[in-house]
């Protein structure tokens, strides 16, 4: 009897039973794409029932052989074709696979990834990213830089990496990285040593999570490595003491009194910066945090002083990041000498530091002050090297209308901001941008003048000062009691500066700040100038403008940027009742401390149309008087100095006048 390929009528339906009962959608068409068959799976996955989904053509774009994509009802669906015979004719068979899940997890690392290279950007971490397919790995400057080479001197290829690797713990770093490929970790986190540049080993604790191309398959590496030695030595150091701890111990209770400490001191390292041992940025946010909730509901005092190295950048690159390591070491060490042990000082971040004190506004920039001279006059040396360092001070202090510690810290960053705007090493403390006054000014005077500096600045140094010395002997013309004020100004505050010990770009900034600093008087009304009688109250207003004019019309000048903010700050007062912005102690500029002290004596010696002059001893003895309150109290001992060790200054200066 001949065979024949003819199944039976059940054969046929258990058939149907296996296919409906597969977990995947099974879709059979005809060549037109209209449904013949579909399991009920298939029905699920394309939320149709039988009757509306059989005899209807199926809209989804497809080539034989091919795998797509396809969404449908919120579900992403894989679909295979592939050619079938279905009751004895040529049809397509649709192997149909729901991914959602899957495309929500590969959707969900992609992400993860963004802001791991994000939060990467911002730490001290090495990156390294291995191309599995070109068998590459992108190592980080910072990544070279923690086993001590620089950027050319480590290739892309994996054994510059895996050859460094201790011998003791390459095996288990293979291990690692193996089990994390084929699925069985979910991330790469290992800790071993590799060989520095130097010679030794260093602590690494590596970071990493593996990348899956669409077919699932293992396309990349990335990561991050930390130095982990310092921690390393500590854990050891404890392990260490632990250990002989039990053996010295026969007191069991004294064993867990000494247990508890070492805990203790695990908790402090969780809180503190690695480098310089005073707190981290986490605790600083989670105390003040703290802080300003109990201030807010109990009230007292709270002041956040941020504090920010000057040119740390240009220190690094011209020392090397061991010497601002070590900068930042020292700073900390200075924070930690002047504060008290109730305020908070710990590392705001890179340059930057913060502290939290109890007190009032005016003994916060009391303590401030005596931070940044403390910072100013200690010599870092580093090696074979003396370094000079500055510091830049904002200070904010609590008050009812901060809504909360972000609008706190942001005030103390805006007060420090200005700080480096006024020209750095300065103290700023936050306050609201007073409402401008309109006073009787000669406008159309300081628009001239200001082009003429626009102009004058286009031309040579030398040439400008030639034109300086003429704009400023026009503006001592303008009052005959002051003439030669200016250059007499300019002479004392250079022999001051030189007896400070400035650098010889500083006491040039002086100089010329001293030539310029009554610039602005040009728009001050002669009558004014010239008036016999004191002045009157709004007089007195429209004169007092003088610095702010000043500093307008030169500002647009690139090369006098240094000696603007003497320019601006000379009337300031050491105590803070001075002009143009009460600024007061160290938040003044240097130059315009020493300039206010030569301003003053050049008056007092040469008089004025409403006083008259007074003698060399009466003078110095006014000065002597207004340490402390008008003057800085450095400035004015370094001015006797000057005089009593060049006692034919002043006869040389007014003879020659």
Same mark, same amino acid.
């Given at each position: 009897?001949?065979?024949?390929?003819?199944?039976?009528?059940?054969?046929?339906?258990?058939?149907?039973?296996?296919?409906?009962?597969?977990?995947?959608?099974?879709?059979?068409?005809?060549?037109?794409?209209?449904?013949?068959?579909?399991?009920?799976?298939?029905?699920?996955?394309?939320?149709?029932?039988?009757?509306?989904?059989?005899?209807?053509?199926?809209?989804?774009?497809?080539?034989?052989?091919?795998?797509?994509?396809?969404?449908?009802? $919120?579900?992403?669906?894989?679909?295979?074709?592939?050619?079938?015979?279905? $009751?004895? @004719?040529?049809?397509?068979?649709?192997?149909?696979?729901?991914?959602?899940?899957?495309?929500?997890?590969?959707?969900?690392?992609?992400?993860?990834?963004?802001?791991?290279?994000?939060?990467?950007?911002?730490?001290?971490?090495?990156?390294?990213?291995?191309?599995?397919? @070109?068998? /590459?790995?992108?190592?980080?400057?910072?990544?070279?830089?923690?086993?001590?080479?620089?950027?050319?001197?480590?290739?892309?290829?994996?054994? /510059?990496?895996?050859?460094?690797?201790?011998?003791?713990?390459?095996?288990?770093?293979?291990?690692?990285?193996?089990?994390?490929?084929?699925?069985?970790?979910?991330?790469?986190?290992?800790?071993?040593?590799?060989?520095?540049?130097?010679?030794?080993?260093?602590?690494?604790?590596?970071?990493?999570?593996?990348?899956?191309?669409?077919?699932?398959?293992?396309?990349?590496?990335?990561?991050?490595?930390?130095?982990?030695?310092?921690?390393?030595?500590?854990?050891?150091?404890?392990?260490?003491?632990?250990?002989?701890?039990?053996?010295?111990?026969?007191?069991?209770?004294?064993?867990?009194?000494?247990?508890?400490?070492? $805990?203790?001191?695990?908790?402090?390292?969780?809180?503190?910066?690695?480098?310089?041992?005073?707190?981290?940025?986490?605790?600083?946010? *989670?105390?003040?945090?703290?802080?300003?909730?109990?201030?807010?509901?109990?009230?007292?005092?709270?002041?956040?002083?941020?504090?920010?190295?000057?040119?740390?950048?240009?220190?690094?690159?011209?020392?090397?990041?061991?010497?601002?390591?070590?900068?930042?070491?020292?700073?900390?060490?200075?924070?930690?000498?002047?504060?008290?042990?109730?305020?908070?000082?710990?590392?705001?971040?890179?340059?930057?530091?913060?502290?939290?004190?109890?007190?009032?506004?005016?003994?916060?920039?009391?303590?401030?002050?005596?931070?940044?001279?403390?910072?100013?006059?200690?010599?870092?040396?580093? *090696?074979?090297?003396?370094?000079?360092?500055?510091?830049?001070?904002?200070?904010?202090?609590?008050?009812?209308?901060?809504?909360?510690?972000?609008?706190?810290?942001?005030?103390?960053?805006?007060?420090?901001?200005?700080?480096?705007?006024?020209?750095?090493?300065?103290?700023?403390?936050?306050?609201?941008?007073?409402?401008?006054?309109?006073?009787?000014?000669?406008?159309?005077?300081?628009? /001239?003048?200001?082009?003429?500096?626009?102009?004058?600045?286009?031309?040579?140094?030398?040439?400008?000062? *030639?034109?300086?010395?003429?704009?400023?002997?026009?503006?001592?013309?303008?009052?005959?009691?002051? @003439?030669?004020?200016?250059?007499?100004?300019?002479?004392?505050?250079?022999?001051?500066?030189?007896?400070?010990?400035?650098?010889?770009?500083?006491?040039?900034?002086?100089?010329?700040?001293?030539?310029?600093?009554?610039?602005?008087?040009?728009?001050?009304? *002669?009558?004014?100038?010239?008036?016999?009688?004191?002045?009157?109250?709004?007089?007195?207003?429209?004169?007092?403008?003088?610095?702010?004019?000043?500093?307008?019309?030169?500002?647009?000048?690139?090369?006098?940027?240094?000696?603007?903010?003497?320019?601006?700050?000379?009337? /300031?007062?050491?105590?803070? $009742?001075?002009?143009?912005?009460?600024?007061?102690?160290?938040?003044?500029?240097?130059?315009?401390?020493?300039?206010?002290?030569?301003?003053?004596?050049?008056?007092?010696?040469?008089?004025?149309?409403?006083?008259?002059?007074?003698?060399?001893?009466?003078?110095?003895?006014?000065?002597?008087?207004?340490?402390?309150?008008?003057?800085?109290?450095?400035?004015?001992?370094?001015?006797?100095?000057?005089?009593?060790?060049?006692?034919?200054?002043?006869?040389?200066?007014?003879?020659?006048?």
């Amino acid at each position: 009897m001949k065979k024949t390929n003819i199944i039976s009528k059940e054969d046929f339906e258990n058939i149907l039973s296996v296919l409906n009962s597969y977990p995947d959608g099974i879709v059979v068409l005809d060549y037109s794409k209209v449904v013949i068959y579909a399991n009920t799976a298939a029905e699920f996955l394309f939320c149709f029932g039988s009757s509306l989904l059989i005899g209807n053509k199926l809209e989804v774009n497809f080539r034989l052989g091919e795998t797509i994509e396809f969404e449908c009802n $919120n579900k992403v669906l894989e679909i295979k074709a592939s050619s079938t015979i279905w $009751n004895y @004719k040529n049809a397509i068979l649709l192997s149909i696979r729901d991914i959602t899940a899957r495309k929500k997890r590969e959707k969900t690392l992609l992400e993860s990834e963004e802001r791991y290279a994000l939060a990467m950007q911002g730490s001290n971490d090495g990156l390294w990213d291995w191309n599995l397919i @070109k068998n /590459e790995i992108y190592f980080s400057e910072r990544w070279k830089s923690i086993i001590g080479y620089d950027v050319d001197e480590i290739s892309s290829s994996p054994e /510059e990496w895996f050859s460094r690797i201790h011998p003791e713990d390459i095996s288990m770093v293979k291990s690692a990285i193996s089990a994390h490929m084929e699925g069985i970790t979910h991330l790469l986190e290992i800790e071993y040593r590799i060989l520095h540049k130097d010679g030794t080993y260093r602590w690494i604790l590596c970071r990493g999570v593996a990348v899956f191309d669409k077919n699932g398959k293992v396309c990349r590496l990335t990561g991050s490595q930390t130095d982990i030695t310092e921690r390393k030595e500590t854990e050891k150091n404890l392990e260490k003491a632990l250990i002989d701890l039990k053996f010295a111990l026969a007191s069991e209770k004294v064993l867990l009194d000494e247990l508890d400490k070492r $805990n203790k001191e695990l908790v402090e390292l969780s809180i503190t910066d690695g480098l310089t041992g005073l707190y981290n940025h986490r605790f600083l946010q *989670e105390r003040l945090e703290f802080e300003f909730k109990r201030i807010k509901r109990y009230g007292g005092n709270l002041s956040c002083i941020m504090i920010d190295i000057d040119h740390f950048k240009q220190l690094n690159d011209n020392f090397g990041h061991q010497c601002g390591d070590f900068v930042l070491r020292e700073i900390a060490q200075i924070l930690r000498k002047s504060s008290r042990e109730v305020d908070i000082c710990g590392r705001y971040g890179g340059e930057e530091f913060l502290i939290l004190t109890s007190v009032c506004l005016e003994d916060t920039l009391q303590f401030a002050t005596k931070l940044h001279t403390a910072i100013e006059n200690y010599i870092f040396k580093f *090696e074979d090297k003396s370094i000079h360092v500055t510091v830049s001070i904002g200070i904010a202090d609590y008050r009812p209308d901060i809504k909360n510690r972000h609008e706190f810290i942001e005030r103390a960053d805006m007060a420090l901001y200005q700080a480096k705007e006024d020209g750095r090493n300065l103290i700023r403390v936050w306050k609201e941008k007073p409402d401008d006054t309109s006073l009787s000014i000669n406008h159309i005077g300081i628009l /001239e003048l200001k082009k003429q500096f626009v102009d004058l600045s286009r031309q040579m140094r030398a040439t400008y000062l *030639e034109y300086t010395n003429a704009l400023v002997k026009a503006v001592d013309a303008k009052d005959p009691y002051t @003439k030669q004020h200016s250059q007499n100004v300019s002479v004392i505050s250079v022999e001051i500066a030189k007896s400070l010990n400035l650098n010889e770009n500083d006491i040039e900034v002086i100089k010329y700040a001293a030539l310029l600093h009554d610039i602005g008087k040009i728009a001050v009304s *002669e009558a004014i100038l010239t008036k016999n009688d004191r002045l009157t109250k709004d007089e007195y207003e429209i004169l007092k403008k003088h610095p702010i004019i000043g500093a307008n019309i030169l500002k647009d000048i690139k090369f006098l940027e240094k000696e603007i903010p003497i320019i601006l700050h000379h009337h /300031e007062r050491f105590d803070g $009742n001075g002009y143009p912005y009460g600024l007061k102690g160290r938040e003044i500029p240097l130059g315009a401390r020493i300039i206010a002290i030569a301003d003053a004596f050049d008056a007092m010696i040469s008089g004025r149309g409403y006083k008259k002059s007074i003698s060399l001893e009466d003078t110095l003895k006014e000065i002597k008087m207004a340490s402390g309150t008008q003057f800085a109290p450095e400035i004015v001992n370094k001015f006797i100095e000057v005089l009593e060790k060049n006692s034919t200054l002043i006869k040389n200066i007014y003879e020659s006048t």
